[in-house]
Structure formats: C-alpha cells, structure tokens
C-alpha cells in the first residue's frame, strides 16, 4: 500500500493541530484536510476521496454522535474509504452502533491511543484495507458484557478463546495475536478454529468467519 491520503476531523483547534502535527511526521500519511464539522468532513470526503478517515465522535452542530453518523454514511457512500472513530471515553453503545452494518473499514479507539503513532497508524492502515481496529479497552468491555449472558454463544467459550477472539477484533492477524499473547502461531489457530465451532461459523470463509466471530460478541449483526 501507498501513502494513505487522510482526512482529518476534530472541533477542538489545538487537538486537530497536534493530531495532524504528528501525522505529518509519518512517510506513510498524506494529511490532504483537515475539518471541524461533521458537515464539513462530508464535503471534504465528496471532494478529495481519501483511503481513510479520522474522526472525533462528537462534533458540531450537536456535539452528540456525529462521527458515527458520518462513519456510516461514508462507509455506505464511499466503500474504499475506512472511518477511523476517536472518543473520549469507553462508550460501548456508540460502539455498538458504529458496527452494527459490519466491521469491514470502521474503527473505534480511545483518544489516549494517539499518543501511541504507531498504533494509531497500525489501525489506520487496517481500516483503509478494508478491516477493523477496535480498541482493546473497549473490547474488553464488550466481551464482558456479552458473557455474562447465559444465552450467548459467548458463555460457551473459554478465558483463553475470550482473549484471542477480543485480539482478533482489534484487527489483528494470527501472527500478531501470538504475539501478544505469548502463544504460537498454531496454538492461535486451534483456539480460533474452536472459538469458529462453538459459534457456529463452519460453512464459511475464513475471511468472513473472522468478521462473523467478531459480530457475535458484539451483538451486532443478528445473524
């Protein structure tokens, strides 16, 4: 992959400068505007067609949950652009609603992320190849939530497929999920082809079935 042309949105004049500031430094980003609204990150997708999108949640007029609306819409409008969504806090209902089409080409980290250039570029790039970064706090919340369901699939999984498929949500491939949890390549692959056979996704591709896992525990897509 090139340069990844970038469209940043933030409201806050002194976090959209220090943002795009560091952006600037990375050989791999081409920062080509900068906005503070969502009406303004519209106009400027519809004008410069970039790979990918960062956005605050919350922006004029409403201050409410305009990086969502502008996630969605752009994901529907302009399916080779992914959204990168950035908040404050742990909000796991506008998670929710970020993903409930699907998780191809969106994004959601914490704010306190982008101190960390490297992970938020990690996650830029894994949303504009059209797959997911999810914040691990965030996940982790979700996770939680959805096993203390007795009818979910996911109280049928064990503390470890739980770790694996929460990495596997943040856009990770098997190589670095062994990584980050200290186990092989191998061992990563039996605990998700077990995490795939409890939650009943077995006919299709691996692809899919990485999307399709993720959405189980999110509560997202009703499948």
Do not use: C, W
């Not at 430094?25 to 990150?41: C, Q």
């Not at 990918?52 to 990086?67: K, N, Q, Y």
């Not at 982008?114 to 919340?141: C, T």
């Amino acid at each position: 992959m090139g340069r990844l042309r970038l469209v940043l949105a933030d409201d806050n004049y002194l976090v959209r400068q220090g943002v795009a500031a560091l952006l600037r430094e990375v050989d791999t980003i081409e920062l080509v505007d900068t906005v503070d609204s969502l009406d303004g990150l519209l106009r400027s997708v519809e004008e410069n067609h970039p790979d990918v999108v960062l956005t605050d949640i919350r922006m004029p007029p409403a201050f409410s949950d305009e990086g969502i609306v502008a996630a969605k819409r752009i994901r529907a409008e302009h399916s080779d652009t992914g959204v990168l969504v950035l908040s404050q806090f742990v909000e796991q209902t506008y998670a929710l609603e970020l993903l409930s089409d699907g998780v191809a080409g969106l994004g959601y980290l914490l704010k306190e992320r982008v101190s960390d250039l490297d992970e938020l570029v990690r996650a830029l790039e894994a949303v504009a190849r059209g797959g997911s970064a999810l914040d691990p706090r965030v996940v982790e919340g979700l996770v939680a939530e959805r096993a203390k369901t007795a009818q979910s699939p996911m109280a049928s999984l064990t503390a470890r497929e739980r770790d694996v498929l929460q990495e596997m949500a943040t856009g990770r491939n098997n190589a670095a999920i062994a990584r980050k949890l200290h186990l092989s390549e191998r061992a990563i692959e039996k605990h998700i082809s077990a995490v795939f056979q409890k939650l009943g996704l077995v006919e299709e591709t691996e692809t899919n079935r990485r999307v399709m896992a993720v959405l189980a525990f999110l509560d997202a897509s009703g499948s």
